[in-house]
């Protein structure tokens, strides 16, 4: 299905926690929450959508402490206004992608 481009499978990066956590699979395209789900979870599209834009030019893995790792570098955590720093707190190059703002400030950036 990842092939198909109906999936993202993105998985941990180095470390033993990675081979106790299972990969994150997510839609390969966010529109297709809309033909699939019901009811989609906001959090899902969310992820869906970053990760499907990255991917084109970037290294995207999960992450223990913020959602997703890029490039072996940069932590991003994904969410909505009401999202706080507290997940990323205290690590370098981390980053908050929140939606439903239009213009980035201090460590976060518009989704």
Known sequence: MQKGSLLNIVRGSKGHKTIQTPNKILLNNPNLFAVLCAKADVGAVRESFIVSQLLVAHQVHYHYEGDFLVDERIVLEVGG???????????NDAYLAIDDIESGYDNTIPL
């Open 81 to 91: 206004k009401s999202k706080e720093a507290k997940q990323i707190a205290g690590l």
